[in-house]
Protein backbone atom coordinates (compact mmCIF):
# COMPACT_ATOMS: atom_id res chain seq x y z
CA UNK A 1 0.00 0.00 0.00
CA UNK A 2 2.90 2.48 0.49
CA UNK A 3 4.35 1.71 -2.43
CA UNK A 4 1.45 2.52 -4.31
CA UNK A 5 0.47 5.60 -2.43
CA UNK A 6 3.59 7.22 -3.75
CA UNK A 7 4.24 7.72 0.02
CA UNK A 8 8.20 6.95 -0.88
CA UNK A 9 8.57 7.68 -4.02
CA UNK A 10 10.52 10.85 -5.27
CA UNK A 11 11.17 12.72 -8.20
CA UNK A 12 12.70 10.29 -11.42
CA UNK A 13 16.38 11.77 -12.34
CA UNK A 14 19.23 9.86 -14.76
CA UNK A 15 22.64 11.16 -13.42
CA UNK A 16 25.80 9.41 -14.09
CA UNK A 17 27.82 8.46 -11.05
CA UNK A 18 31.10 6.30 -12.65
CA UNK A 19 33.62 8.36 -11.34
CA UNK A 20 32.33 8.32 -7.67
CA UNK A 21 31.49 4.67 -7.66
CA UNK A 22 35.12 4.02 -10.07
CA UNK A 23 36.93 6.12 -6.57
CA UNK A 24 35.04 3.73 -4.12
CA UNK A 25 35.62 0.10 -5.93
CA UNK A 26 39.18 0.01 -4.59
CA UNK A 27 38.02 0.62 -0.87
CA UNK A 28 37.94 -3.37 0.71
CA UNK A 29 37.98 -4.00 3.89
CA UNK A 30 41.55 -4.15 6.01
CA UNK A 31 43.34 -6.69 6.54
CA UNK A 32 42.15 -9.12 9.46
CA UNK A 33 46.50 -9.39 9.90
CA UNK A 34 46.67 -5.86 11.74
CA UNK A 35 45.18 -7.82 14.68
CA UNK A 36 48.63 -9.20 14.65
CA UNK A 37 50.41 -5.96 16.04
CA UNK A 38 47.11 -5.55 18.61
CA UNK A 39 47.45 -9.43 20.03
CA UNK A 40 51.45 -8.91 20.76
CA UNK A 41 50.69 -5.81 22.59
CA UNK A 42 48.50 -7.77 24.60
CA UNK A 43 50.67 -10.83 25.38
CA UNK A 44 53.88 -8.90 26.00
CA UNK A 45 52.22 -8.80 29.98
CA UNK A 46 51.74 -12.28 30.05
CA UNK A 47 55.23 -13.45 28.45
CA UNK A 48 56.24 -10.98 31.25
CA UNK A 49 53.95 -12.61 34.13
CA UNK A 50 55.06 -16.56 32.69
CA UNK A 51 59.20 -15.67 33.35
CA UNK A 52 58.58 -14.33 36.55
CA UNK A 53 56.69 -17.11 37.61
CA UNK A 54 53.62 -14.60 38.47
CA UNK A 55 50.34 -16.49 39.03
CA UNK A 56 48.53 -14.49 41.68
CA UNK A 57 44.91 -13.05 40.37
CA UNK A 58 45.44 -9.61 40.64
CA UNK A 59 48.41 -8.89 38.63
CA UNK A 60 46.71 -10.97 35.64
CA UNK A 61 43.35 -8.54 35.93
CA UNK A 62 44.81 -6.00 32.83
CA UNK A 63 46.38 -9.02 30.53
CA UNK A 64 43.67 -10.55 30.76
CA UNK A 65 41.27 -7.73 29.82
CA UNK A 66 44.06 -6.39 27.33
CA UNK A 67 43.24 -10.02 25.30
CA UNK A 68 40.06 -9.48 25.98
CA UNK A 69 39.91 -6.14 23.81
CA UNK A 70 41.82 -7.79 21.05
CA UNK A 71 39.41 -11.03 20.67
CA UNK A 72 35.99 -8.91 21.09
CA UNK A 73 36.94 -6.97 18.51
CA UNK A 74 38.54 -9.57 16.32
CA UNK A 75 35.15 -11.44 16.95
CA UNK A 76 33.50 -8.04 15.65
CA UNK A 77 35.69 -7.57 12.89
CA UNK A 78 34.67 -11.57 11.56
CA UNK A 79 30.96 -10.65 11.78
CA UNK A 80 31.11 -7.31 9.60
CA UNK A 81 33.36 -8.88 7.04
CA UNK A 82 30.86 -12.21 6.87
CA UNK A 83 27.57 -10.40 6.74
CA UNK A 84 25.79 -10.59 3.53
CA UNK A 85 25.68 -7.25 1.16
CA UNK A 86 22.22 -5.24 1.63
CA UNK A 87 20.65 -4.17 -1.33
CA UNK A 88 20.39 -0.46 -1.29
CA UNK A 89 19.19 0.57 -5.12
CA UNK A 90 18.89 -1.20 -8.80
CA UNK A 91 21.95 0.47 -9.60
CA UNK A 92 24.67 -2.73 -9.13
CA UNK A 93 27.16 -0.01 -8.98
CA UNK A 94 25.24 1.76 -6.33
CA UNK A 95 25.27 -1.27 -3.89
CA UNK A 96 28.95 -2.19 -4.81
CA UNK A 97 30.18 1.52 -3.70
CA UNK A 98 28.00 1.38 -0.67
CA UNK A 99 28.84 -2.06 0.60
CA UNK A 100 32.37 -1.66 -0.22
CA UNK A 101 32.32 1.73 2.11
CA UNK A 102 30.33 -0.21 5.00
CA UNK A 103 32.73 -3.19 5.22
CA UNK A 104 35.67 -0.94 5.04
CA UNK A 105 34.94 1.74 7.35
CA UNK A 106 33.40 -0.93 10.06
CA UNK A 107 36.43 -3.34 9.64
CA UNK A 108 38.99 -0.38 10.43
CA UNK A 109 36.92 0.49 13.07
CA UNK A 110 36.92 -2.87 14.90
CA UNK A 111 40.83 -2.95 14.47
CA UNK A 112 40.89 0.30 16.53
CA UNK A 113 39.15 -0.79 18.82
CA UNK A 114 41.41 -3.64 19.72
CA UNK A 115 44.32 -1.56 19.37
CA UNK A 116 42.55 1.12 21.90
CA UNK A 117 41.61 -1.69 24.22
CA UNK A 118 45.35 -3.70 24.25
CA UNK A 119 47.51 -0.56 24.00
CA UNK A 120 45.37 1.08 27.32
CA UNK A 121 45.14 -2.03 29.78
CA UNK A 122 48.91 -2.82 28.71
CA UNK A 123 49.91 0.56 29.92
CA UNK A 124 47.50 -0.34 33.11
CA UNK A 125 49.58 -2.82 33.72
CA UNK A 126 52.81 -1.36 33.29
CA UNK A 127 51.66 1.34 35.71
CA UNK A 128 50.36 -1.12 38.61
CA UNK A 129 54.13 -2.90 38.01
CA UNK A 130 55.75 0.25 38.73
CA UNK A 131 53.62 1.75 41.35
CA UNK A 132 52.37 4.79 39.30
CA UNK A 133 48.66 3.84 38.87
CA UNK A 134 46.87 5.54 41.48
CA UNK A 135 43.35 5.91 41.28
CA UNK A 136 42.92 8.98 39.62
CA UNK A 137 45.52 8.07 36.73
CA UNK A 138 43.38 5.14 36.42
CA UNK A 139 40.39 7.05 36.48
CA UNK A 140 41.68 9.13 33.86
CA UNK A 141 43.28 6.72 31.96
CA UNK A 142 39.59 4.69 31.62
CA UNK A 143 37.57 8.47 30.76
CA UNK A 144 40.31 8.97 27.76
CA UNK A 145 39.86 5.10 26.47
CA UNK A 146 36.03 5.74 26.80
CA UNK A 147 36.21 8.46 24.55
CA UNK A 148 38.82 6.61 22.25
CA UNK A 149 36.25 3.68 22.04
CA UNK A 150 33.26 5.64 21.06
CA UNK A 151 35.30 7.74 18.21
CA UNK A 152 35.96 5.12 15.84
CA UNK A 153 32.37 3.92 16.04
CA UNK A 154 30.84 7.02 15.06
CA UNK A 155 33.56 7.71 12.57
CA UNK A 156 32.37 4.88 11.10
CA UNK A 157 28.65 5.54 11.17
CA UNK A 158 28.59 9.23 10.08
CA UNK A 159 31.23 7.91 7.08
CA UNK A 160 28.93 5.70 5.62
CA UNK A 161 25.59 7.67 6.07
CA UNK A 162 27.38 10.07 4.58
CA UNK A 163 28.38 8.34 1.78
CA UNK A 164 25.25 6.68 1.04
CA UNK A 165 23.11 9.76 1.16
CA UNK A 166 25.50 11.83 -1.22
CA UNK A 167 25.03 8.07 -3.33
CA UNK A 168 21.23 8.83 -3.02
CA UNK A 169 21.28 11.65 -4.30
CA UNK A 170 22.10 11.36 -8.14
CA UNK A 171 20.10 7.82 -8.02
CA UNK A 172 16.30 7.51 -8.56
CA UNK A 173 16.46 3.67 -7.89
CA UNK A 174 16.46 3.49 -4.25
CA UNK A 175 14.85 0.01 -3.09
CA UNK A 176 12.53 0.24 -0.28
CA UNK A 177 11.37 -2.56 2.30
CA UNK A 178 8.86 -2.18 4.52
CA UNK A 179 10.09 -3.98 7.44
CA UNK A 180 7.31 -2.28 10.03
CA UNK A 181 6.42 -5.82 11.68
CA UNK A 182 9.79 -6.53 12.31
CA UNK A 183 10.09 -3.29 14.89
CA UNK A 184 6.71 -4.06 16.86
CA UNK A 185 8.91 -4.66 19.71
CA UNK A 186 10.86 -1.61 19.66
CA UNK A 187 13.88 -3.72 18.39
CA UNK A 188 14.69 -5.22 15.18
CA UNK A 189 13.49 -9.38 14.94
CA UNK A 190 13.79 -10.27 11.31
CA UNK A 191 14.43 -14.31 11.29
CA UNK A 192 15.02 -13.64 7.19
CA UNK A 193 17.63 -11.09 7.23
CA UNK A 194 21.10 -12.84 8.41
CA UNK A 195 22.64 -9.22 8.68
CA UNK A 196 23.74 -8.67 12.59
CA UNK A 197 23.74 -5.15 12.71
CA UNK A 198 21.21 -2.60 11.08
CA UNK A 199 20.79 1.24 11.15
CA UNK A 200 18.23 1.86 14.05
CA UNK A 201 14.86 3.61 13.06
CA UNK A 202 15.07 6.17 15.58
CA UNK A 203 18.15 8.13 16.48
CA UNK A 204 21.24 7.00 15.08
CA UNK A 205 23.45 4.26 15.17
CA UNK A 206 23.06 0.59 14.64
CA UNK A 207 21.14 -2.64 16.96
CA UNK A 208 21.24 -6.01 16.99
CA UNK A 209 19.32 -8.44 14.67
CA UNK A 210 17.88 -10.17 17.51
CA UNK A 211 16.62 -13.10 15.30
CA UNK A 212 19.61 -14.15 13.64
CA UNK A 213 21.82 -16.47 15.16
CA UNK A 214 24.99 -14.17 15.71
CA UNK A 215 22.25 -11.18 17.14
CA UNK A 216 21.24 -13.80 19.63
CA UNK A 217 24.31 -14.84 20.71
CA UNK A 218 25.69 -11.30 21.23
CA UNK A 219 22.69 -10.21 23.35
CA UNK A 220 23.37 -12.85 26.06
CA UNK A 221 27.23 -12.22 25.91
CA UNK A 222 26.16 -8.26 25.95
CA UNK A 223 24.31 -9.27 28.92
CA UNK A 224 27.24 -12.14 30.70
CA UNK A 225 29.29 -9.19 30.80
CA UNK A 226 26.98 -6.58 32.48
CA UNK A 227 26.63 -8.79 35.06
CA UNK A 228 30.12 -9.79 34.86
CA UNK A 229 30.88 -6.45 35.45
CA UNK A 230 29.04 -5.40 38.08
CA UNK A 231 29.98 -8.69 40.13
CA UNK A 232 33.71 -7.46 38.78
CA UNK A 233 33.64 -4.19 40.04
CA UNK A 234 31.89 -5.40 43.23
CA UNK A 235 34.72 -7.91 44.14
CA UNK A 236 37.32 -5.23 42.56
CA UNK A 237 36.09 -2.96 45.15
CA UNK A 238 36.43 -5.86 48.39
CA UNK A 239 39.57 -6.81 46.83
CA UNK A 240 40.96 -3.42 46.56
CA UNK A 241 39.11 -1.90 50.11
CA UNK A 242 41.22 -3.41 52.42
CA UNK A 243 44.25 -1.89 50.64
CA UNK A 244 42.96 1.33 51.97
CA UNK A 245 40.63 0.61 54.88
CA UNK A 246 42.59 -3.09 56.52
CA UNK A 247 45.29 -3.43 58.69
CA UNK A 248 47.64 -6.13 59.66
CA UNK A 249 46.76 -8.28 62.42
CA UNK A 250 49.21 -11.13 64.43
CA UNK A 251 47.79 -13.57 67.00
CA UNK A 252 50.06 -16.36 68.63
CA UNK A 253 48.18 -19.27 69.39
CA UNK A 254 49.60 -22.80 70.91
CA UNK A 255 53.67 -21.44 69.59
CA UNK A 256 52.25 -21.25 65.90
CA UNK A 257 52.03 -17.35 65.04
CA UNK A 258 49.01 -16.55 62.59
CA UNK A 259 49.16 -12.89 60.39
CA UNK A 260 46.14 -11.72 58.89
CA UNK A 261 47.18 -9.08 56.12
CA UNK A 262 45.15 -7.24 53.62
CA UNK A 263 44.91 -10.25 50.42
CA UNK A 264 47.00 -12.61 52.75
CA UNK A 265 47.08 -14.47 55.26
CA UNK A 266 50.57 -16.71 56.52
CA UNK A 267 51.33 -18.35 59.88
CA UNK A 268 54.91 -20.12 60.93
CA UNK A 269 55.89 -21.65 64.20
CA UNK A 270 58.03 -19.95 66.62
CA UNK A 271 59.87 -23.00 66.61
CA UNK A 272 61.45 -22.36 63.43
CA UNK A 273 62.87 -18.87 63.93
CA UNK A 274 65.97 -17.98 64.16
CA UNK A 275 65.98 -14.31 64.50
CA UNK A 276 63.42 -11.83 65.63
CA UNK A 277 64.54 -7.78 65.37
CA UNK A 278 62.95 -4.34 64.68
CA UNK A 279 64.30 -1.97 61.59
CA UNK A 280 63.55 1.45 61.76
CA UNK A 281 63.82 1.57 58.04
CA UNK A 282 62.29 -0.37 54.99
CA UNK A 283 65.18 -1.59 52.78
CA UNK A 284 64.40 -0.85 48.75
CA UNK A 285 62.36 -3.32 47.46
CA UNK A 286 60.33 -4.31 44.71
CA UNK A 287 57.20 -6.42 44.64
CA UNK A 288 57.27 -9.85 42.99
CA UNK A 289 53.39 -10.93 43.38
CA UNK A 290 50.81 -9.59 45.72
CA UNK A 291 49.51 -5.56 45.99
CA UNK A 292 50.70 -2.53 47.08
CA UNK A 293 48.99 0.81 47.81
CA UNK A 294 49.82 4.49 49.26
CA UNK A 295 49.46 2.51 52.47
CA UNK A 296 50.74 -1.24 52.18
CA UNK A 297 52.89 -3.58 50.82
CA UNK A 298 51.77 -7.18 50.81
CA UNK A 299 53.11 -10.36 49.35
CA UNK A 300 56.36 -11.84 47.90
CA UNK A 301 59.04 -8.80 47.33
CA UNK A 302 62.25 -8.69 46.49
CA UNK A 303 64.37 -6.62 49.31
CA UNK A 304 67.56 -5.62 49.08
CA UNK A 305 69.94 -7.61 51.30
CA UNK A 306 67.79 -10.75 51.81
CA UNK A 307 66.19 -13.19 49.96
CA UNK A 308 63.02 -14.72 49.89
CA UNK A 309 61.01 -12.02 51.99
CA UNK A 310 57.05 -12.55 52.64
CA UNK A 311 55.72 -8.31 53.55
CA UNK A 312 52.98 -7.62 55.01
CA UNK A 313 53.28 -4.04 56.37
CA UNK A 314 51.66 -0.55 56.47
CA UNK A 315 53.93 1.71 54.59
CA UNK A 316 55.67 4.55 56.71
CA UNK A 317 54.78 3.64 60.37
CA UNK A 318 57.92 2.64 61.33
CA UNK A 319 59.19 -0.07 63.09
CA UNK A 320 59.55 -2.91 61.16
CA UNK A 321 59.80 -6.30 62.65
CA UNK A 322 62.16 -9.07 60.55
CA UNK A 323 61.61 -12.13 61.52
CA UNK A 324 64.18 -14.99 59.85
CA UNK A 325 63.90 -18.37 59.30
CA UNK A 326 66.02 -20.90 57.21
CA UNK A 327 64.14 -20.25 54.32
CA UNK A 328 63.06 -16.69 53.93
CA UNK A 329 61.86 -13.32 56.41
CA UNK A 330 58.63 -12.33 57.01
CA UNK A 331 58.48 -8.69 57.23
CA UNK A 332 55.64 -7.29 59.15
CA UNK A 333 53.91 -4.53 61.52
CA UNK A 334 50.74 -3.09 62.89
CA UNK A 335 49.19 0.31 62.07
CA UNK A 336 51.30 2.13 64.70
CA UNK A 337 54.64 2.08 66.80
CA UNK A 338 52.50 1.03 69.80
CA UNK A 339 50.52 -1.51 68.01
CA UNK A 340 54.18 -2.72 65.91
CA UNK A 341 55.60 -3.10 70.07
CA UNK A 342 52.76 -5.44 71.11
CA UNK A 343 53.52 -7.78 68.02
CA UNK A 344 57.23 -7.73 69.32
CA UNK A 345 56.80 -8.49 72.45
CA UNK A 346 53.94 -10.61 71.57
CA UNK A 347 56.73 -12.53 69.82
CA UNK A 348 59.53 -12.35 72.04
CA UNK A 349 57.30 -14.24 75.01
Known sequence: MKRKKGWFVGEKNIISIDTEVSRLKGKMVLSKFWFIFAFVISIIPVVLLLLENEYHYFSWIYPICSIACVGVGYFAYRLVTKERTVTYSEKTEINLALNQIYKYQWSKCWILQAYIGSILYTLMFFLARYHFLHLFIMFALLGIS???????????????????????????????????????????????DKRVWVEKRVGFGTTINMASRSGKFINIFINVILVASVIAVIALSKFLMPLDFGSVELEVKDNIAYINAPMYRDSFSMDDVQEIKKVEHLPKMSKRKGGDSDKFYVGSFNVQGYSNCSVYVHRNTAPYIFVTFSDRVVIFNGNSPEKTEKFYLRLMK
Open 146 to 192: TCLTFAPILSAYFKVRDKRNNLFLFASSEVYTDEDQYWKTGSYNNPN
